[in-house]
């Protein structure tokens, strides 16, 4: 545990926005943040939990502590006929635990294959892709508060999920660290394969009858295919959510808009693809100096090298009011701005 000041975080966020952390350290147990948390160096400083950096948009250096979450480790905890149970450590990459799960044959995280970020991040959006989210599969996680030090349980109803959100989005907002996180994984699998392009993914493929191994390829194929690899260009994959609407209002714009696609979300509500109103808009491929919007996916925003975080932030303001402004939909971004 080595304490670092003026900690520039350029390579620690998938923009790869330049700014610096007054204070940064690495824990890689519980125990070693809770040693922590009781420093007087780190007491009292605001603090910023850092997993992949894949959901931030920094607009400004931060003035406290940087955590880093090194906190690994993937194991079955017990299993029955139906269930496994897997947990893995905060600081696992969430790609890894998916590879986990489909070498040992466990059903329920093979649609989200391939989402940036850390196991301890997923349930704090309650990330999800193609159909399925993470509290499809969740069991419990444990947690350490940052003003006690102590450890915690969230079962799934204490997490009060909903889409890209939980109780620590909420009422639960930068108090805790997610240390590790139980899933439920199925012995007995059902496919998802109806979202997206998977299913002609598959028949490019020339497989017929697929294994969650094959819808796993299928996905990963998918966004590769769409999304930039934050390496070579700086991203943090969809920066918008995809909105929910009154299916009153949906009915409204498809007379103007008779190819405007959407999901059913419940009797009274459906989802409309987000890329699929930017595109509208016009500022799909659109290039403004050296950021922009992605040529291939309108929910990706990019930096291609020395931008600046408030630019970013800027461009998808202006990307929200244009929304606004054709369809009378406000777009809420999924990234978290700092």
Not at 264 to 275: M, R, Y
Request: proline share 5%; glycine share 10%; with cysteine.
């Amino acid at each position: 545990m080595k304490l670092q000041p003026d900690f520039s975080l350029k390579s620690y966020n998938t923009f790869g926005i330049d700014v610096k952390a007054k204070l940064y350290v690495r824990f890689d147990s519980i125990e070693e943040l809770q040693q922590l948390l009781q420093m007087p160096e780190i007491k009292p400083e605001p603090k910023l939990i850092l997993g992949g950096g894949s959901n931030l948009l920094f607009t400004q250096d931060f003035n406290g502590v940087v955590l880093q979450n090194g906190i690994k480790g993937i194991r079955i905890l017990r299993e029955d006929d139906e269930y496994a149970y897997v947990q893995a450590g905060g600081g696992e990459i969430w790609h890894d635990l998916v590879l986990f799960c489909l070498e040992h044959n466990l059903g329920g995280v093979e649609n989200m294959s391939l989402i940036p970020g850390t196991v301890g991040a997923a349930p704090l959006q309650n990330i999800g892709a193609y159909g399925v989210e993470l509290k499809d599969v969740f069991h419990e996680l444990e947690a350490v508060h940052l003003q006690t030090g102590e450890l915690h349980t969230f079962d799934h109803q204490a997490c009060n999920f909903g889409y890209r959100e939980s109780v620590f989005k909420h009422a639960a907002k930068g108090q805790y660290v997610v240390t590790s996180v139980i899933l439920r994984l199925h012995k007995n699998h059902t496919l998802n394969t109806s979202y997206g392009a998977i299913k002609s993914t598959l028949e490019e493929m020339n497989i017929t009858q697929p294994t969650i191994q094959d819808v796993s390829a299928a996905v990963c194929a998918i966004r590769r295919s769409k999304l930039p690899d934050p390496a070579q260009i700086g991203n943090a994959g969809s920066f918008f959510k995809n909105p929910e609407i009154p299916i009153a209002l949906y009915d409204v714009l498809k007379e103007k808009h008779p190819d405007m696609p959407a999901y059913p979300v419940s009797d009274s509500t459906v989802k409309v693809p987000a890329g699929w109103l930017i595109e509208q808009c016009g500022w799909k491929g659109k290039v403004i100096g050296n950021y922009g919007v992605h040529k291939n996916q309108a929910l990706v925003l990019v930096n291609y090298g020395g931008a600046s975080g408030e630019q970013v932030r800027q461009l998808a303001f202006d990307i929200i009011h244009s929304v606004e402004e054709k369809f009378g939909i406000s777009l809420q971004p999924e990234v978290n701005i700092l």
